[in-house]
């Protein structure tokens, strides 16, 4: 392969550095080597005296910032989305179970291709994906990963009880499936594709396909990702299923299945307990408010979650989640931890747009255990960044956006923004989406 020289992005930068901070160059330059790495990023003037070679890319009138981070979603339920009036058990089987059932090798062939070029539309960089429970299907959703570009962590759903019966699973052939895929994909592309192993959730999971998961991605340095006290009625089926165990996140520890590299959708409804063990395990959680609001799941205490130092990215959660977008899933977010202030009377913090783009990059790229190669534009880290048109964010023709405040620039973009206004996503410094070209863009390093 032809490799590119240096290039130098010029443009407005907004770069996230913790959770109520960001760093800020209104004339920044981001200068990315042949390989996708990241050689330095700071004023622009500076930059070009240091690179004197450089390739220069002009995104003068554009903001640049980390490529967000989808830390939970389905792929096979990408078209059951939107199919409102249930809640959780219910939808599962009326609407979920049989959409993963067509999620046939020849379905996958049509469907991801679509998938991943919709995340990367919206500038989603990294997505943490279920699939259905076909090893088949599994692959073609790597395969596809692969060449659209997309850096993902992707996994087999596991289920070996509790299920429609053209879903259940013999426990020794889910575990010998999921290794199988592991050994084929974790790591591959360059460690940009990587294996999750992925038991749906306790309900539907027998402590032997537990243990087994436990045990594989330890071996294999792979990740475990499930659900967690998503629904009360979920919680009680729980209860019921393990009426040993003293609460849902127990019943986790128990086999095995926490630790850093577990990542727990939701976690709505876990106590004190709970909380403390989720910290002394370093799990990460994904909080998914698009998701919680649409299925009546409840709202996330996310500011007393982040208060206990737990490791939390946000996720869309399609099909429980109507929309990829995850500028939607940013101002759901606030708009939930408002209301939740509202209606229980709890302190500890405000949301603010600030910590909504922390937890859709370097949150969620920490939730992930990447934030030392993504997340945020820094000197060594891979380059996957989104371009932004803040034309598009203003309210009226005559606003000019230079002149704005960067909070003004971010509350807007997150209140305000869509897919419309991501121009150009890049993973590792492949250009792996244009907003102008006819055709998305795949390219592999």
């Not at 996230?16 to 004339?27: F, G, I, K, S």
């Not at 179970?97 to 989603?124: K, M, N, W, Y």
Request: hydrophobic share 40%.
């Amino acid at each position: 392969m032809h490799l590119q020289p240096v290039r130098l992005f010029r443009g407005y930068i907004v770069n996230p550095a913790a959770e109520d901070r960001y760093a800020l160059y209104t004339d920044g330059g981001l200068a990315v080597d042949a390989n996708g790495i990241i050689l330095d990023v700071g004023a622009y003037h500076e930059m070009r005296r240091q690179h004197p070679g450089a390739a220069i890319i002009d995104c003068s009138d554009r903001l640049i910032l980390p490529g967000f981070i989808d830390t939970h979603t389905h792929l096979p339920q990408f078209g059951a989305v939107a199919l409102y009036g249930k809640e959780l058990p219910e939808w599962l089987n009326e609407h979920i179970f049989p959409a993963e059932r067509q999620f046939t090798p020849e379905a996958a062939d049509t469907q991801c291709p679509i998938f991943f070029h919709s995340l990367l539309a919206f500038g989603v960089t990294t997505a943490a994906i279920y699939c259905a429970v076909r090893k088949d299907s599994t692959h073609v959703a790597f395969q596809w990963a692969e060449r659209t570009g997309i850096r993902a962590i992707i996994g087999k759903v596991m289920m070996d009880r509790n299920a429609p019966d053209f879903l259940l699973e013999n426990t020794s052939d889910s575990l010998r499936a999921g290794e199988e895929l592991c050994r084929e994909w974790h790591g591959a592309a360059n460690g940009r594709l990587l294996y999750a192993f992925t038991p749906r959730f306790a309900p539907t999971c027998s402590r032997a396909l537990m243990k087994g998961v436990s045990d594989l991605a330890g071996r294999y340095g792979a990740y475990i990702q499930t659900h967690l006290a998503e629904n009360r009625a979920e919680i009680q089926w729980v209860r019921d299923l393990f009426p040993e165990m003293r609460s849902y996140t127990e019943v986790y520890f128990g086999v095995g299945l926490l630790g850093p590299k577990t990542l727990l959708a939701h976690a709505i409804h876990v106590g004190a307990d709970e909380r403390r063990l989720l910290a002394e395990t370093q799990s990460c959680l994904s909080h998914c408010p698009t998701s919680n609001l649409f299925l009546k799941s409840g709202l996330m205490p996310l500011r007393e979650l982040m208060n206990s130092r737990l490791r939390i990215g946000l996720g869309s959660d399609v099909g429980g989640g109507p929309t990829l977008s995850p500028f939607e899933v940013m101002r759901s977010a606030i708009y939930t931890h408002t209301a939740r202030r509202m209606l229980h009377d709890v302190d500890g913090g405000d949301i603010s747009p600030a910590t909504a783009l922390y937890l859709a990059t370097l949150g969620g790229a920490a939730a992930l255990g990447l934030d030392n190669k993504i997340g945020s534009l820094v000197r060594g880290k891979e380059a996957d960044f989104v371009v932004v048109n803040p034309r598009r964010l203003s309210p009226l023709p005559t606003d000019k956006w230079m002149d704005l405040s960067s909070d003004t620039l971010l509350s807007r973009m997150i209140f305000l923004g869509d897919d419309r206004v991501v121009e150009q996503t890049y993973v590792r410094g492949a250009l792996c989406h244009d907003r102008h070209s006819n055709e998305n863009i795949g390219r592999q390093r």
